[in-house]
Structures are given as structure tokens and as C-alpha cells.
């Protein structure tokens, strides 16, 4: 399978770029950046694994060339926060990079899926859906908004509280809503491995905030260097992974990420009513399969206190998708 990385030779691109060549689901690798993409290519090409890496800048058609043939596109694109910024502080210059990359999509490869990882998710993944309307091939299955890092996060800090880390890599805990501040909605109550009565409530305050605003910590001691990278890279290569996997035949696997509720009507109508809201974005548990979103579930059992986080994260929820619906305009399906 071929995958794409658009925004190859940043933070996130270049690690990300690394782990997919090493994945042998990839049989060829495409990067794509304003700058360094090709040299990027080149070091990659010299890892002892199959896939065919290729690199290419704007000028020459560098991105159709790069797009041709993909099935699998991603787009860490765009600029990252530094401290004091919020997500949506990004959406200034990160909504046109990402509203021109789908428009290039959807012209060479509108049948590929489209991972966004480019902040701020909950306004660019409705930008990519809208461009691809307007060339008419919006297939709301294909496109993903990558929340994958939330879930990491949320395993990576409840081991911590648990006092075992090596729960880290085996703790499943689910995180819906979008990505960003409370639009994160950790849900400890359905954690693989149940926190005991003995954890104070406190405590898990605490990690649910660490979890909504984790992103945070790293902009502030990265100090105006940019934000997560090498953890994002990881939690992209995760989900990609996953993606292929599916995209490859294998069932019953399930991801967090951020989707159009109309990829799966009778899931996505469940989840509404769920939600009590006329929600058109939602990252949910998504059973991914090989035309993309299988089978969208629901919240299924949530605490009293989850249910008060999904009601502060869905009116914002829907302000942000509204921003990026309405910087496309295009008309509603
Ligand atoms: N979804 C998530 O969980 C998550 C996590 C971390 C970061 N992010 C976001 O990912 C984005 C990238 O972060 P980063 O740290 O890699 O930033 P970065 O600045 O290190 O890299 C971004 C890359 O995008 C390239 N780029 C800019 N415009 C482009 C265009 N038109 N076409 C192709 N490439 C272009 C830049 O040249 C650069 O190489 C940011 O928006 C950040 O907020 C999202
Ligand atoms: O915090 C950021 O701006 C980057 C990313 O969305 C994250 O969650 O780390």
C-alpha cells in the first residue's frame, strides 16, 4: 500500500515518516514539504525495509506526483503552537494549508483515505470534508481526524496513577469528543484495567485534566519550539497502522478518531441521540474496515461526571467545526 505524508520534513513528518517505512504494510512511502522533502526521502531509502520512499517539493508537480497512486494519505502540515497560543489560534494558517493540500487530494487521489493530524482537528477535518464536496467526492468513511495521542496520553498517565507503568502499554481507555482542551473527553470508567476506590477523586480530576490539556505541557517545555512531535509521531504511526491493517482485510479493529457522524448513518444516529445533540463531528470508538469507517459505536455506560465533560465539550465541539465548514462554504450534501 502506498502512503502519503504531506508536511514530511517537520517535527511530526519526519519521525512519522521514519515508522512508516519500517511498517511492512508500506510498500511505498511518498513525502511531500515546501522544503527538504527529497533529502528526507533519500536518508529513508537507505533503511533496510521494502517500501520504495520518494520525496517531492511544489515546484514540478510535486504534489500530484506524490498523490498518485496513494491509499493512504496523512497530513501533519501546518504550524504547531507555542506557549500562550491556543489550537485554534493555528486556524489563521493552518486552515489554508490544509483547505489547498485537500484540494490536491481530491483532484489525484479522492479515493485514499485522509488522516488529519494538522491542528486544530476539530475545524481542519470538517475543511477537508468540505473541499472534497465541493469536488464532489466527499465519501465520509475515507477521512479521519487522528485523536490517537488523547488515547495514548490517557494510557501513558493512568499507569502512572495505577503506579505501574508497565500497565502503559496494555491499559485501554477510551477519549471521545474532538481534539482540544475540553473538547477531550477522557472516559476512566471504561478503562481496560478499573482505578480502584482507593484513588482519590481528586486524583482522577487531575488526570483528566493532564489528559485534556497534555498538549500544553509539552508547549511549555519545548518553550516556543513547537509541540508534540515525537509522541504524535508515535500515536500517527499507531493509528496508520491500524488503518492499513483494516484497509488489508483484518476485522473487529477499533480506534478513537474524529469523524463524519454520516459515515456510518445508523451508528452516527445512535451516538446523536446519545449525545443529546445535532453534532456532525464526533471522535468516537470507530470500528475501521476496508473502505474505512465500519461501524461507528457508541458511548455505551458513562459516569455522572463524564456525562457533565460531554456537555461542556459538545457546544464547543460544534463551534469549531462550524469555523472550518464555513472557511470552505461549500453547500451542505
Ligand atoms: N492531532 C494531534 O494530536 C497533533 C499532535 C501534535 C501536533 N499536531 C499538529 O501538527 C501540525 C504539525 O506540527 P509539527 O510539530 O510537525 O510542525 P513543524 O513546523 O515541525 O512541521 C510542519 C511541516 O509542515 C510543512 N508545511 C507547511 N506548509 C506546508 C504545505 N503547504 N504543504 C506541505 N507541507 C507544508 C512545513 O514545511 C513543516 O516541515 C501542527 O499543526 C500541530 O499543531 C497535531
Ligand atoms: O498541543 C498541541 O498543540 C499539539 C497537539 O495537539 C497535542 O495534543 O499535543
Sequence with gaps: MKAVVLGA????????????????????????????????????????TPAKVEGYLPADDGLKKVLTGADVVVIP?????????TRDDLFKINAGIVRDLATGIATTA?????????????S??????????????????RLFGVCTLDVVRASTFVSEILGDRSLATSIKIPVV????GVTIVPLLSQSTHPI??????????????????GGDEIVKAKDGAGSA???????????VGKVLRAKGGEKGIVAPTFVNLIADAEGGAKLKAELGAEVEYFSAPVELGVEGVYKINGLGTISDSEKKLI?????????????????????KL
Design 110 to 122: 479522492p479515493k485514499a483515505f485522509v488522516l488529519v493530524i494538522s491542528n486544530p482537528v476539530n
Design 311 to 331: 456537555q461542556v465539550a459538545v457546544p464547543e465541539l460544534i463551534t469549531n467545526i462550524e469555523k472550518g465548514v464555513s472557511f470552505v462554504g461549500a453547500p
Design 9 to 48: 520534513a517537520g517535527g511530526i513528518g519526519q519521525p512519522l515518516s521514519l515508522l512508516l517505512k519500517s511498517n511492512p504494510l508500506v510498500t511505498e512511502l511518498g513525502l511531500y514539504d515546501i522544503v527538504n522533502a527529497p533529502g528526507v526521502a533519500v536518508d529513508l531509502s537507505h533503511i533496510a
Design 124 to 141: 481542519t477535518v470538517p475543511i477537508v470534508a468540505e473541499v472534497f464536496k465541493k469536488h464532489g467526492v466527499f465519501d465520509p468513511k
Design 196 to 213: 480502584p476506590s482507593s484513588i482519590s477523586s481528586s486524583t482522577i480530576d487531575t488526570v483528566i485534566n493532564r489528559i485534556q490539556f
Design 229 to 239: 512531535t515525537l509522541s504524535m509521531a508515535f500515536a500517527g504511526a499507531e493509528f
Design 177 to 180: 469528543g474532538g481534539h482540544s
Design 77 to 85: 502540515a501546518g504550524i504547531p503552537r507555542k506557549p500562550g497560543m
